[in-house]
């Protein structure tokens, strides 16, 4: 059971817009920044959003962040087949004193 | 080219103890904390702990409080994560990544714990 809650899958076509959701509480996403992780299979997770909504250089406007109260969100715009990958948000829990997870969504492109 | 290296894959009966190694290279090393996250065959992400390369301060999960040790050698860049008292749950890819935002991930180390 992950602190951070996400749905295990999504899907889409390619050309649409899909979205991810991450819901946790005051204490993680409430009070803290959401970053976003796309694993691709028999890789290492790769950065794809920081501090809610920050893109890193390489990354593709396509790929934003929004965060709203204690839920942050990953929206994918013009969906493309190598988008087909596993989408992991986390953020620090001052509760826990640790970065939490969520338990990852396995986003397919039809 | 900024990049984390880890040790390669290791089998371990139960019981035993495994140490992981991380290599960084083209940044300064003491300037980034650097955490060790897990990932069970098909499962998702675990955070494992952190470690500060500059002083060694370290804080760790509480599912492995005592039994996990993270260290740094600042002569050679390379952070260290040993895992005691293995047990089959602790069966994982091992990854460690730079900074709050883990913007650079080392390539994983298998670990496997099998009697």
């Known amino acids: 059971q992950s602190v951070l809650t996400q749905p295990p899958s999504a899907s889409g076509t390619p050309g649409q817009r899909v979205t991810i959701s991450c819901s946790g509480s005051?204490?993680?996403?409430?009070?803290?920044?959401v970053n976003w992780y796309q694993q691709l299979p028999g890789t290492a997770p790769k950065l794809l959003i920081y501090?809610?909504?920050q893109r890193p250089s390489g990354v593709p406007d396509r790929f934003s962040g929004s965060k709203s109260g204690t839920s942050a969100s990953l929206a994918i715009s013009g969906l493309q087949s190598e988008d087909e990958a596993d989408y992991y948000c986390?953020?620090?829990?001052?509760?826990?004193?640790?970065?939490?997870f969520g338990g990852g969504t396995k986003l397919t492109v039809l | 080219q900024v990049q984390l290296v880890q040790s390669g894959a290791e089998v371990k009966k139960p019981g035993a103890s495994v140490k992981v190694s991380c290599k960084a290279f083209?940044?300064?090393?003491?300037?980034?904390?650097m955490h060790w996250v897990r990932q069970a065959p098909g499962q998702g992400l675990e955070w494992m702990g952190i470690?500060?390369?500059?002083?060694?301060?370290?804080s760790y999960a509480q599912k492995l409080q005592g039994r996990v040790t993270m260290t740094r050698d600042t002569s050679t860049s390379t952070v260290y994560m040993e895992l005691s008292s293995l047990r089959s749950e602790d069966t994982a890819v091992y990854y460690c990544?730079?900074?709050?935002?883990?913007?650079?991930w080392g390539q994983g180390t298998m670990v496997t714990v099998s009697s």
């Open positions: 990544a730079r900074d709050r935002a883990f913007d650079i």
């Open positions: 470690i500060d390369p500059s002083g060694g301060s370290t």
């Open positions: 986390a953020s620090w829990d001052d509760s826990l004193n640790g970065v939490v």
């Open positions: 501090s809610n909504t």
């Open positions: 083209g940044y300064t090393f003491t300037s980034y904390y």
């Open positions: 005051s204490s993680n996403i409430g009070s803290n920044a």
